[in-house]
């Protein structure tokens, strides 16, 4: 079992910045394919950037390519998603995932490949 916690959301202004954390309980988390979805108003939930569970594969959605950046820290159990240049349409309720790594995925992007999730943290951006 995993528990995830999220915190860093907030109101900013459009230009502003964030970083998001993602504290997880359990010894497996370093093992863990880790990501951040998020999911606005009327709007279904999305993937926005995914880490292998070294750190060392990404992925990101066209929407947040060179804004955001997807991080982790294995000794502490804890990922992080630093947002940049945010703008209005980045208001959402984000929220991190975590799950086993699957044979033979690089990097997972789909929410049906991650077990466990946070509550969510709220990010508006205002104009």
């Known amino acids: 079992q995993v528990q995830l916690v999220e915190s860093g959301g907030g109101l900013v202004q459009a230009g502003g910045s964030l970083r998001l954390s993602c504290a997880a309980s359990?010894?497996?988390?370093?093992?863990?394919?880790m990501g951040w979805f998020r999911q606005a108003p009327g709007k279904g939930r999305e993937s926005v950037a995914t880490?292998?569970?070294?750190?060392?594969?990404?992925y990101y959605a066209d929407s947040v390519k060179g804004r955001f950046t997807i991080a982790r820290d294995n000794a502490k159990n804890t990922g992080y998603l630093q947002m940049n240049s945010l703008k209005p349409e980045d208001t959402a309720v984000y929220y991190c995932?975590?799950?086993?790594?699957?044979?033979?995925?690089?990097?997972?992007?789909?929410?049906?490949?991650?077990?466990?999730w946070g509550q969510g943290t709220q990010v508006t951006v205002t104009s």
């Open positions: 880490i292998s569970w070294s750190g060392g594969n990404t």
């Open positions: 995932a975590a799950g086993p790594a699957k044979p033979g995925t690089v990097v997972a992007v789909l929410e049906a490949e991650y077990d466990y």
């Open positions: 359990g010894r497996t988390f370093s093992s863990y394919a």
